[in-house]
């Protein structure tokens, strides 16, 4: 509760410095006499701006683990994909970005054949992120996720009856963009949930690597 109280924080400080910057009054010159001729205007298209990139699209490949009292003992392979939208930005600085998708996660565990057994999970996720950009193109993001469950599978038997509907947790991560448009990061993120609705503490925690497009 804390961290979510900070990030709540976070936003509203960023929405008062936006909000400062952009009562700055604008002025015009008009010293221009009669006697010249007024140039000619031209328009040229020019490259899209960091401010003016404000959705993209993400994809990428997710390692998640089940940590709890269950015996989960390998990691499961998954992926994500989704879209960004920028909500509020500080100049090259300060950024938070909305970015709903998908994420498959879950784990693996031994059964009692001697084999290996998977658990999948599918959430509707929404994660809301601060990110800390340098001039550079590196970045430090950070943020709260809440996702809902949309499927849960054991092997072939469906068990989404016995996973809360509901998750959400704290993603941390690091990324790096180039020109701008194109970025490749890391995050992690542990669910604050327990996963199951018996008496097993459970909880996800997964790793995700993924490329990003801003427009």
Request: charged share 15%; proline share 3%; no cysteine.
């Amino acid at each position: 509760m804390k961290k979510l109280i900070y990030m709540v924080l976070v936003i509203f400080l960023s929405m008062q410095v936006v909000a400062q910057d952009t009562t700055k009054p604008v002025t015009t010159d008009t010293s221009m006499t009669t006697t010249q001729p007024a140039a000619a205007t031209t328009t040229t298209s020019a490259p899209a701006t960091e401010q003016q990139r404000r959705f993209g699209i993400y994809a990428g490949a997710n390692f998640a683990n089940i940590n709890g009292d269950a015996d989960f003992n390998e990691s499961a392979t998954g992926f994500n994909a989704g879209l960004m939208y920028r909500l509020l930005s500080t100049g090259r600085l300060l950024s938070i970005w909305l970015e709903p998708g998908y994420s498959q996660i879950g784990d693996k565990y031994k059964n009692t054949a001697g084999g290996s057994q998977s658990v999948k999970l599918g959430y509707l996720m929404l994660p809301i992120m601060a990110r800390v950009k340098t001039g550079i193109g590196l970045y430090g993001e950070i943020g709260v996720q809440t996702q809902v469950l949309v499927s849960a599978k054991n092997g072939s038997a469906d068990i989404k009856d016995e996973i809360n509907g509901f998750d959400w947790g704290v993603p941390l991560g690091l990324g790096f963009e180039l020109r701008n448009r194109i970025g490749i990061s890391a995050r992690w993120f542990t669910g604050f949930t327990d996963l199951s609705k018996n008496s097993d503490k459970a909880h996800n925690s997964v790793i995700s690597v993924r490329l990003h497009l801003l427009f």
